[in-house]
T-cell receptor, first 115, second 114 residues
Framework: DVKVTQSSRYLVKRTGEKVFLECVQD?????MFWYRQDPGLGLRLIYF???????EKGDIPEGYSVSREKKERFSLILESASTNQTSMYLC??????????????FGPGTRLLVL | AQSVTQPDIHITVSEGASLELRCNYS??????LFWYVQSPGQGLQLLLK??????LVQGIKGFEAEFKRSQSSFNLRKPSVHWSDAAEYFC????????????FGAGTQVVVTP
């Protein structure tokens, strides 16, 4: 089975802090994604990566950056956390299929509270 | 741009009754459609997916969904719900020209009453 793990289930940070969210997948997937989930808004894509050191902006990249130095690991960085970044963050991965579209597998999520 | 609409934010259903969750999409080409479920405190789990072929697809946990191109819909159904089906359900659409990205609907919260 595919396993996607996220470094923390819950995080509490203060405004202005630098925050790192880590995601690791064990299935050699090429694609990795970071979403945030807010009530009534569903999942919104922040960034994604289709290969090591490659990254693409999603729908809401402002205030975030990412890093992918190894294939299995994709980090989301909040350079200076703000209260409006309080949310549930979900990481996902998928393999790069012949049609560039494969099922995404999700981690359990990190609930971040910024005070 | 592709988009997904789940018209029902919240649905309450009695245990043993049937369930139907609506999903409408907007996309010019053939969409690739997914239903995910999120139980409380959990990540998203894939229920089923439609890429091509038979328009009625079977998934896990007794769920099925029907793709109707003429109505741009991909509704999820279950004939008899169990208390464990209480969760949030998300419809998603992807396309082959989007580098594997999905567009998710806002979700439908399902409450199951005894």
């Amino acid at each position: 089975d595919v396993k996607v793990t996220q470094s923390s289930r819950y995080l509490v940070k203060r405004t202005g802090e630098k925050v790192f969210l880590e995601c690791v997948q064990d299935m050699d997937h090429e694609n990795m994604f970071w979403y945030r989930q807010d009530p009534g808004l569903g999942l919104r894509l922040i960034y994604f990566s289709y290969d090591v050191k490659m990254k693409e902006k999603g729908d809401i990249p402002e205030g975030y950056s990412v890093s992918r130095e190894k294939k299995e690991r994709f980090s989301l960085i909040l350079e200076s956390a703000s209260t409006n970044q309080t949310s549930m963050y979900l990481c996902a991965s998928s393999k790069r299929g012949g049609l560039l579209l494969e099922t995404q597998y999700f981690g359990p999520g990190t609930r971040l509270l910024v005070l | 741009a592709q988009s997904v609409t789940q018209p029902d934010i919240h649905i309450t259903v009695s245990e043993g009754a049937s369930l139907e969750l609506r999903c409408n999409y907007s996309y010019g080409a053939t969409p690739y459609l997914f239903w995910y479920v999120q139980s409380p405190g959990q990540g998203l789990q894939l229920l089923l997916k439609y890429f091509s072929g038979d328009t009625l697809v079977q998934g896990i946990k007794g769920f099925e969904a029907e793709f109707k191109r003429s109505q741009s819909s991909f509704n999820l159904r279950k004939p008899s719900v169990h208390w464990s089906d209480a969760a949030e359900y998300f419809c998603a659409v992807g396309s082959t020209d989007s580098w594997g990205k999905f567009q998710f609907g806002a979700g439908t919260q399902v409450v199951v009453t005894p």
